[in-house]
């Protein structure tokens, strides 16, 4: 799992140490495992919110974990054109290679540590998919896309893009250099990561080595998800055992606790999470397939735009990838 990595994580600034006598770390609220499902053109995916209450998730709405996959030649699939409306899509590539385009002139490629960040807002058409030539060679893959929904208040901005490199992550570690904290969005710490939210959130990628334990500071006033993305180890301070593939919700306090197990898969050298939290918006969802909203008219009218076309037009051609140069407001 190469995502960004570094020689020595001793090099790195370091979590502060938690009081030992602090009572404010969150519990564990929910245990949940992702069933799995086919997106897009048919590439597997696991639903890692299924079952859990929106209420739990604000201001997220969807997580999928696109693969992990090993494709043979003539098999790497990705979407056709679709619309969205009403939220952004953040998608992290761990392994492999992914293409996006979009209609308000986005677009880009991303490879193993990349994020898009894409704003639908008002209104857009996208595309994600391997390049050719992993069309092509087969080869592996694995991901991340994250739904974040946007306030009432900017549901009908303009849409953007972010195209962040994996090199510009804040990237920290433990204070006994136990595991590796990528920093993608928001701030852990005093560090913060490249990405530019409307909601306050905060999004990471943990990489646990065996036996370690991480002592997370998270803001009181921010939700708590962690999913695993692979390994097994524990969470909270009760030690609930969780492996690939399950989703950890955690109720209030300002410390997260989770721990790596001593021993691993021979394929999976560490324990790995997908760290996610943020502020609720605290307004009604109305959700359906592509659009986000907040009442069924809304949605009504996001259905009634997108057949009028004006969410934009596909492009004729293809536009040529830009080598990872930011589009940002």
Known sequence: MPAITVDDVLVLPRLPRQDPATTSYRPVRRLVTAPSGYEGEGFPVRRAFAGVPMSELDPFIHLDQM???????????????????????????????????????????????????????????????????????????????????LPRVAKL??????????????????????????VIAGEIAGHRGPGSTHTPITISHVTVQPGAQVDLPWRPDFNALVYVLAGRGTVGTDRRPVHTG????YGPGDVIRFAAEASQDANTPALELYVMGGQPIR??????????????????????????G???????ERLPHTGGQPDRP
């Open 246 to 249: 399950q989703l950890a919700v």
């Open 310 to 316: 004006r969410f934009g037009v596909v492009p004729a």
């Open 157 to 182: 901005n303009p849409p953007r893009y972010q195209d962040i490199r994996g090199k510009e992550a804040a990237l920290l570690t433990t204070a006994d250099g136990g595991a590796l904290l990528r």
């Open 67 to 149: 693969g992990e996959v090993d494709y043979a030649p003539g098999e790497p699939r990705g979407t056709a054109w679709h619309p969205h409306r009403g939220f952004e899509t953040v998608t992290y590539i761990i392994d492999g290679i992914f293409d996006h385009q979009d209609s308000n002139g986005g677009g880009g490629t991303i490879t193993n540590g990349d994020t898009q960040w894409m704003t639908a807002a008002r209104g857009i058409l996208h595309i994600e998919k391997p390049p050719e030539h992993l069309v092509v060679s087969g080869g592996l893959f694995h991901g991340l896309q994250l739904w974040v929904n």
């Open 283 to 308: 307004e009604p969802v109305a959700h359906y397939g592509p659009f986000v909203m907040n009442t069924r008219a809304e949605l009504i009218q996001a259905f009634e735009d997108y057949q009028a």
